[in-house]
Nanobody
Framework: QVHLVESGGGLVQAGGSLRLSCAAS????????MAWFRQAPGKERDFVAA????????YYEDSVKGRFTISSDNAKNTVYLQMNSLKPKDTAVYYC?????????????????WGQGTQVTVSS
């Protein structure tokens, strides 16, 4: 079992930045890939970005390319999402997810373990 805890959400003005963190409770040798998803009010949960834990390969949803960066710190069992140039449409609850395999999936069913989510609100 992998327990994930997100932090770093909050309220920011449009154009600002936030960095989300996701700490995994087990050694990340048990995890092949991690990802961030987000869910806006009244909408489905959507893929944002993913990273392969061993290779460092990354994959982004088109609307966040060039603005968001996913990274990992193996020593801290933590994955990050640096969000720059934030827009009101980025407002959502952001969820961290993990899977044993290394493939970078972009669907919810690709991931076995989920955090509780952290709220990000971008004001105009």
């Amino acid at each position: 079992q992998v327990h994930l805890v997100e932090s770093g959400g909050g309220l920011v003005q449009a154009g600002g930045s936030l960095r989300l963190s996701c700490a995994a409770s087990v050694r990340t040798s048990s995890v092949g890939a991690m990802a961030w998803f987000r869910q806006a009010p009244g909408k489905e949960r959507d893929f944002v970005a993913a990273i392969s834990w061993n290779s460092g390969s990354t994959y982004y949803e088109d609307s966040v390319k060039g603005r968001f960066t996913i990274s990992s710190d193996n020593a801290k069992n933590t994955v990050y999402l640096q969000m720059n140039s934030l827009k009101p449409k980025d407002t959502a609850v952001y969820y961290c997810a993990a899977r044993p395999g290394a493939a970078l999936g972009s669907y919810e069913h690709n991931y076995n373990f989920w955090g509780q989510g952290t709220q990000v609100t971008v004001s105009s």
